[in-house]
C-alpha cells in the first residue's frame, strides 16, 4: 500500500438552481477540490473539499496538496491513515502558516482518500470498515428548498412539494434578512404549509448580532424550531452561549469551525446543542471522528454539515452513535460513482466498497478545471 502519485484536482458543478444565496453567500457552482492517491498495488482513493467554486482559491488548496503534502506521503504507506494525518497536520512548516483554512481544507482532502483507500483495500463500504452500522434508518432534511434567494411564494411551494410529494419530514430554511420580522413572517407561512407534525430548522449563516438573534428568537419560538443554525458570527463563543441560555430554541454549529479544540470550546461553554462537523472543514474523517466523539461524551446529537454533499457523511451517519439526521443538498451527487440516494426522506445505506468519493470519469472531463 505504498502510495506512488497524489493528483489533485478541481471541479466545478452546477447547483440545482441557477443560483443560490443564504444571508452571508450567492455562489452558481459548488466547489469539488481535492486529491486522487494511488498505491503500488493498484488501488485509488479519492478525497476532497467543498467550496464556493472560486477558482483562485480553489488552487491555493490544490497547490497545498501537490507543493507541501504530496512530498511528504509519497513512499509511505497508506494504511498509516492515522500517523499521516498527525504527520501532514502537525507539520511545523505548514501549521506555522495556517492552523485552519486552506492548509487544513487540503488535509482534509487528504485523508478522506486514504479512508476512501482503507475501505476499498478492505471491500467494505465506510461505515461497515468502522465496525458496521448503529442504526437502521438515517432521517434526512431537505436544505435546498429553503434558500433566502427564494421569493416568499416560491419558498412555501417548495417547502410543501418537499413534505407532500419527496416524503421529507424534515427541513430546513435560511434566515437573515436585515429586518428579522420578514423572517418571522415566512416561517409562518411554511408552517402553516406544512402543517405541525413536520420539523424545521433554520439557519442564519452567522449574519446577526446577538440583540437581533434575541429579538428574533422571541418571534419565532412559537414556530416550533428544532434549531437555530449559526444564529451569530462563526467564533463568538460569549454569544452564542448567551443566546442558548436566553432562547428556548436550540443552538446548532459546527460548519465553520476547523478544528477539535474549536468544538471543545463550544460545548464547554454551554454555547452549542446540536453539533455539526463537517469533514470537509475538519481534518477529514481523522478528526472528524474525535469531534462526534466528544458531542458523545457531552450526549449531544450529532448533525453534520455537508460541505461534501454528505458523500462521506452519510458513511459517518450510519456508523457512530450520536449521529441524529443528516443534511440533504442534491448538488453534486449525480457526478459520482455511488450517489447519495434519499427515498421517503430517508438515506439510503451506500454499498459499494469505499467513502462514496469517486467521481465519475465524465464529469472530471467535463467540469474539471486546470490547476494554474
Keep these: 500500500m505504498k502510495i506512488t502519485a497524489v493528483d489533485p484536482f478541481i471541479m466545478h458543478l452546477p447547483l440545482t438552481a441557477s443560483s443560490i444565496a443564504d444571508s452571508t453567500h450567492s455562489i452558481t457552482h459548488w466547489g469539488v477540490v481535492g486529491t486522487r492517491i494511488r498505491t503500488e498495488d493498484g488501488l485509488e482513493g479519492w478525497g476532497f473539499t467543498g467550496t464556493h467554486a472560486h477558482l483562485a482559491s480553489d488552487r491555493l488548496i490544490t497547490a497545498c ?20 494525518w498527525k504527520k501532514l497536520a502537525r507539520n511545523p512548516a505548514t501549521q506555522w502558516v495556517g492552523r485552519a483554512g486552506i492548509t487544513h ?5 487528504v485523508d478522506i482518500a486514504l479512508w476512501d483507500l482503507a475501505a476499498k483495500r478492505a471491500d467494505l463500504p465506510l461505515w461497515r ?7 437502521e434508518h438515517l432521517d434526512a ?3 435546498d428548498i429553503g434558500w433566502l434567494s427564494f421569493g416568499d411564494d416560491l419558498l412555501v411551494d417548495l417547502c410543501r412539494k418537499a413534505v407532500e410529494e419527496e416524503g421529507f419530514r424534515r427541513i430546513k430554511v435560511k434566515v437573515g434578512h436585515d429586518n428579522p420580522m420578514r423572517d418571522v413572517r415566512r416561517l409562518e407561512a411554511v408552517r402553516r404549509a406544512i402543517g405541525p407534525d413536520v420539523t424545521m430548522a433554520i439557519d442564519g449563516n452567522g449574519k446577526w448580532d446577538l440583540p437581533t438573534a434575541l429579538r428574533f428568537a422571541r418571534a419565532a419560538e412559537p414556530l416550533d424550531i428544532l434549531w437555530f443554525e449559526e444564529p451569530l458570527w462563526y467564533d463568538d463563543v460569549a454569544s452564542h452561549a448567551a443566546l442558548a441560555r436566553s432562547s428556548r430554541i436550540p443552538v446548532a454549529l459546527g460548519e465553520q469551525l476547523y478544528t477539535l479544540d474549536a468544538f471543545r470550546s463550544f460545548l464547554d461553554a454551554g454555547a452549542v446543542h446540536f453539533v455539526q462537523p463537517d469533514v470537509t472543514r475538519l481534518g477529514g474523517i481523522t478528526e472528524y471522528i474525535e469531534v462526534a466523539d466528544l458531542a458523545l461524551a457531552h450526549r449531544l446529537p450529532v448533525a453534520p454539515h455537508a460541505g461534501e454533499m454528505s458523500q ?4 459517518l451517519s450510519f456508523w457512530h452513535p450520536a449521529s441524529s439526521i443528516l443534511e440533504y443538498i442534491p448538488w453534486i451527487k449525480d457526478h459520482f460513482a455511488e450517489p447519495i440516494r434519499v427515498v421517503d426522506g430517508r438515506y439510503v445505506r451506500p454499498e459499494q466498497p469505499g467513502a462514496g468519493t469517486t467521481p465519475l470519469a465524465a464529469s472530471l472531463e467535463t467540469h474539471g478545471k486546470s490547476l494554474g
Design 65 to 84: 496538496i501537490r507543493d507541501c503534502y504530496a512530498p511528504l506521503l509519497l513512499g509511505e504507506d497508506a494504511r498509516d491513515h492515522r500517523r499521516l
Design 105 to 109: 481544507l487540503a488535509v482534509a482532502a
Design 129 to 135: 470498515h468502522l465496525g458496521g452500522a448503529t442504526r
Design 141 to 143: 432534511y431537505n436544505t
Design 312 to 315: 462521506v457523511h452519510v458513511h
